[in-house]
């Protein structure tokens, strides 16, 4: 069964500074790779997906993740924080043979002006 | 385009009520599924479904039925809702099997 952890339950950096969510994976197979956020009161939001290819993916709002296959890692990162970065952030893994997905419990990210 | 949409909002039921979150997407998916969102508990799936006539259990199927007679319409049946149940529920559908997922608003249900 795959599985997600985003050990992680707040982040909290000042405006300006990078910023790193952290999110490790279990799988059998190829993993397919998914980060959402979550704005308040909202439902979620694609930020980017690794599939196949670079391990750096570039997505949405400046963000970018890393995919390290040999540490079973998806990390977020950012290298400027904005104090509307601050949301509610979800690392999924897809199971394709299925068409199903698992979500990690969230990452609270603060950012303080 | 609306994307995902959902009905209710928000919803209020006693212990022991029925009721149909509805779920509908204008997008030709053919993948949807229905989360429940708890806080510190993430997103977990309920039941999910590949295509229209097709429904599977995800990781939290009991007290709550599905069908999907056709590829737009996913609802999602509480049977005899209990207190457990509250929670905030999150219908999202996909293209294809790989594909990024697009999830509704959400509708807020309090079982009393």
């Known amino acids: 069964a795959q599985s997600v952890a985003q050990p992680e339950d707040q982040v909290n950096v000042a405006e300006g500074n990078p910023l790193t969510v952290k999110c490790t994976y279990s799988?059998?197979?190829?993993?397919?790779l998914f980060w959402y956020v979550q704005y308040p009161n909202r439902g979620l939001q694609f930020l980017l997906k690794?599939?196949?290819?670079?391990?750096l993916v570039k997505g949405s709002y400046g963000f970018e993740a890393e995919f390290n296959k040999s540490q079973t890692s998806f990390h977020l990162k950012k290298p400027s924080a904005l104090v509307s970065d601050s949301a509610l952030y979800f690392c999924?893994?897809?199971?394709?043979?299925?068409?199903?997905?698992?979500f990690g419990d969230g990452t609270t990210l603060t950012v303080k002006p | 385009n609306a994307g995902v949409t959902q009905t209710p909002k928000f919803q209020v039921l006693k212990t022991g009520q029925s009721m149909t979150l509805q779920c509908a997407q204008d997008?030709?998916?053919?993948?949807m599924s229905w989360y429940r969102q708890d806080p510190g508990m993430g997103l977990r799936l309920i039941h999910y479904?590949?295509?229209?006539?097709?429904?599977d259990q995800g990781e939290v199927p009991n007290g709550y039925n599905v069908s999907r007679s056709t590829t737009e319409d996913f609802p999602l049946r509480l049977l005899s809702a209990a207190p457990s149940q509250t929670s905030v529920y999150f219908c999202?559908?996909?293209?294809?099997?790989?594909?990024?997922?697009?999830f509704g608003p959400g509708t807020r249900l309090t079982v009393l």
């Open positions: 999202a559908s996909s293209r294809e099997r790989a594909d990024t997922q697009y």
């Open positions: 799988v059998s197979g190829n993993p397919y």
């Open positions: 690794y599939i196949t290819g670079d391990n």
């Open positions: 999924a893994v897809r199971d394709i043979s299925a068409g199903k997905s698992t």
């Open positions: 997008m030709n998916h053919e993948y």
């Open positions: 479904s590949v295509g229209a006539g097709i429904t």
